[in-house]
Each structure stands twice: as C-alpha cells, then as structure tokens.
C-alpha cells in the first residue's frame, strides 16, 4: 500500500453502509429480529395498546409491579404503569443504586387523526367524525387511505369499552375522503400544507339511513345505533372518550432484497420496540436498568403522560428511597440513552441536509449529540465527555453505528424528549433509527439499523 493511502487508513473516518462489513449470519440475525418488530408494530399502534403488549411481555419475563416497601434486591424485575398510556420497567443491578441507573427513554406514541369530543355527524346523507390531528403531520397524506380506529370509551356509569375496528381482515375501515383531480383546480391552487386542511381531515363512516325514521339525520341516527348495539354507548360518550384513527395498514418488507420494512409509527415504536426487547434480554446488570416508554412526544412531552411531567423523577425517588438515598442523588449519577428516531437522507429530496452529518439508512443506529433548531435551541447538547464514553461502548460491542442531524442548519430541526431528562442532572444523548418518510402514514426503516437499535441499548444496560 503506497504512504498516502497508509496514512488515509489511519486518519480517515470508517464509516460507511453496514452491509459491507456484515457476514451473512449476522444479516441474517438483523431480519430474524425484525420479524417480531413487525408484530408488534401490527398489534401496538397506539400507546395504550404499547403500554398493554409491554406489561403482558414484562409480566412473562419476571417482572412485578413496583409496590412502596417492597425493597428489591439485585435481579429483582418491576415495572410501573402510568395510566394505561406510558410504562417504566427497571432491573435492579448489584451496584448500589446511587451509583446512578443506565436510563432508555422512547415514546409510543405517535402522529394520527384524534376524534373531537362531539364527533359523529351527518352531512347530505353521509355519516362522518370530525377530528383533531395529533402530532406533526402533512396533512395531505391522511386521505383516501384506509384508516382504522382504536382506543377507549368511558361510559355514563363509569365503565370502560376498548374500542379496535379495523385491523382485523373482516373488519371494516374508515378513510377521509379528497377531492378527484377533475374538479380540484381551485384547492391545487392551495400550497402544500393547505392542500387538506385541519377541518377538512373528517372521517367517512357510514352512509345508510336508520329505516323507520322520518325525522333528519337518519345515517347519523343508524350509526349510533350499531354503536350502541356493540358498544352500549350513547353520542354523549364520546365526551368521554379517546378514540384515535390510524392507519389500517400492516408492516411489510420493503424491497426485493427486503431489506425495509414499511409501517405505520416506526416513529418511535422502533426504538420502543428495541428498547423493550433489550430491558426484557438484560440479564444481571451492574448498574439498575430503568427503560422508559412514555406518552405526549408527539405533542411537546406535556401532560401526566409525557417526560415533562414528573412521573419519571417520582419513580426514580421511589426507588430510591426503598433503599434510603434521595432521588436526585440517583439522577445525577444517571446515564440516559433518548431513544428516538431521526431522519435518514432521502435522495429525492437531497437538499434538506448536509451530506457530512446526515444519519444513512444501513450506516446503523445513529448517535445524534444535539438535536434543536435556530443555533441548537431547546437542545440538550451532549457533552463530549459522554459521547465520547458512548462511542467507547458501541465500538467496543461491535455495534454499528453512525452519527447524524437532523437537517441541515436553519432548514427546521425538532427535538424529543433528551432535553427534559438532561434537565434532571442526567448525562443524556440522542440514539435512534434513521427513519425515510417520518411521520408520514407509511414510514420506512433499514432491518439493519433496527437490531443495531437493539445491540445498542443492550450494550448500554450492560456497562
Ligand atoms: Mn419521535
Ligand atoms: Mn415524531
């Protein structure tokens, strides 16, 4: 090898798509992993259904729900639900617990079309739900797709009805319906984010009206009939309600070579689901491992179910205080991995980030040391310290990996939920899956970066 090339050897960065350097054993690994993701991404699509699939999982692998006074002792399972929506799970290490957690913080939410509280009406003959889109999305994305409809309603006397319509091959589905090309002259002289608006995101469900009435609203009056008839509700209900539409589509591969898959909520169900996956693998740790999946990312992390609330430092004190050490002594020995997703460059649309610090789909789980926009505002900034301790563990385990932005400077930006836990005195750090077409209804992943996802945070547990 001639000097030039040595010393390029020696300086230059290495890396580069995953693919390469992997043998066909480990691929191999990568897609067997990836067919149990694809489950549960087809059986967890909202967060009460997360939080339902992770407490079932959590309870066949040991662990129990965390009761004050029950003193866990190294190896000890728990877990905590936070009102159906967002679930911590910890494992307690043999090292004392003031000498700090090893922290996984994903959320199970994601984008979707909310119902309104008085949703049902009828319009010239056609039965629809108004709706409140929830998280960030493009709007024209969410019609004529088929849709389908989850969550729970709590009735007049207190009793609960779970709601899931659409999944199921025999059920049916929903959809907002769009205007044909033939007569949308005016709405194409809308821009991009007018093209559907908010208002106009209404959900198409039914169009029979009830027989023996004579008076209006007959298509309205049939539907909550059939509602009343499998649910036992009445229109009132709905007030007490939160019932989501998502889309009815199932996970499938991507490709020829399958080496996608395309799904509904990749964003954040991926790193959730690997997270999960990891805590549920993680066997005698030496420090306490606590995984976090939490609710509200979409929407700015606030409420009692998002990480700008106080649940995750109420458990951490909790926890603490069975063994006598104040709870914030514990944060700030912490380390925490945000988990969450970030975006992969699209050759489509090459413009929106700059090639030299853009996460790559197959280049491995990306490691993102600030996120914010308009000169890293709202940014956590991990310090070099700690990412330099990270990058020590991944190259160490042989977990491929990447670092990224997420866009270019000014281009827009957005950040999750690091930037609250980091508030906490914990050292925190963006990792996550690069993700093409985020937020939309169909987002795609790499196979490859998915179960590096999971090496990742395994790695991290076991340090
Ligand atoms: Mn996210
Ligand atoms: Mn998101």
């Given at each position: 090898m001639p000097e030039k090339n040595k010393l390029k050897e020696k300086l230059f960065?290495?890396?580069?798509?995953?693919v390469l350097d992997m043998s066909a054993e480990e691929l191999k690994k990568c897609d067997d992993f990836c067919e149990n993701y694809k489950t549960f991404l087809d059986i967890a699509k909202t967060e009460r259904e997360a939080v339902d699939y992770t407490v079932e999982l959590l309870q066949k692998n040991g662990f129990k729900e965390f009761k004050i006074g029950m003193k866990p002792s190294a190896g000890d399972k728990i877990y905590r639900i936070n009102r159906g929506k967002a679930v911590i799970a910890a494992i307690i290490g043999?090292?004392?617990?003031?000498?700090?957690v090893r922290l996984c913080a994903a959320h199970i939410d994601s984008p979707r079309l909310d119902l309104k509280q008085f949703p049902l009406y009828e319009s010239s003959e056609i039965a629809l739900f108004k709706t409140h889109y929830y998280g960030?999305?493009?709007?024209?994305?969410?019609?004529a797709i088929p849709l389908s409809l989850h969550g729970v309603i709590i009735k007049a006397d207190g009793s609960s009805v779970k709601v899931n319509i659409?999944?199921?091959?025999?059920d049916p589905v929903f959809c907002v319906t769009d205007l044909l090309p033939h007569l949308a002259t005016e709405q194409m002289k809308r821009n991009l984010a007018q093209g559907i608006k908010g208002e106009e995101l209404n959900i198409l469900v039914g169009s029979r009206?009830?027989?023996?009435?004579?008076?209006?609203?007959a298509v309205k009056l049939n539907i909550l009939n059939i509602l009343n008839e499998k649910?036992?509700?009445?229109?009132?209900?709905f007030i007490s309600a939160e019932l989501e539409a998502v889309p009815a589509f199932k996970a499938k591969d991507i490709g020829f070579d399958r080496s996608m898959i395309g799904s509904?909520?990749?964003?954040?169900r991926v790193c959730a689901y690997t997270a999960l996956a990891a805590t549920v693998d993680c066997?005698?740790?030496?420090h306490t491992v606590v995984t976090v999946l939490t609710d509200k990312e979409e929407t700015?992390?606030?409420?009692?179910?998002?990480?700008?609330?106080a649940y995750l430092k109420y458990f951490i004190a909790d926890l603490a205080a069975e063994y006598g050490i104040a709870g914030h002594t514990v944060l700030s020995a912490s380390e925490c991995l945000s988990a969450d997703v970030n975006a992969a460059f699209d050759p489509t649309f090459p413009?929106?980030?700059e090639k030299n610090n853009c996460s790559y789909i197959n280049h491995g789980v990306c490691v993102t040391k600030y996120t914010g926009a308009r000169?890293?505002?709202?940014?956590?900034?991990?310090?070099a310290e700690f990412v330099g301790k990270v990058r020590r563990l991944l190259d160490k385990e042989n977990v491929i990996w990447q670092t990224g932005e997420?866009?270019?400077?000014?281009?827009g930006g957005g950040g999750t939920v690091a930037a609250y836990i980091a508030n906490l005195d914990v050292d925190t750090i963006d990792v996550g899956v690069p993700v093409l077409?985020?937020?939309?209804?169909y987002e795609v992943v790499s196979k490859i970066d998915v179960y590096m996802a999971y090496r990742a945070f395994y790695a991290f547990m076991h340090d």
């Open positions: 960065s290495k890396k580069t798509n995953a043999s090292e004392p617990i003031e000498k700090g960030g999305i493009k709007k024209y994305q969410w019609t659409g999944e199921d091959e025999s009206p009830f027989k023996d009435n004579e008076e209006s609203e649910y036992g509700i009445v229109e009132d209900d509904y909520g990749h964003d954040d066997n005698a740790p030496l700015g992390s606030d409420g009692n179910t998002g990480l700008c609330s413009d929106v980030n000169g890293k505002s709202g940014t956590s900034d991990a310090s997420l866009g270019k400077v000014d281009m077409s985020m937020h939309a209804p």
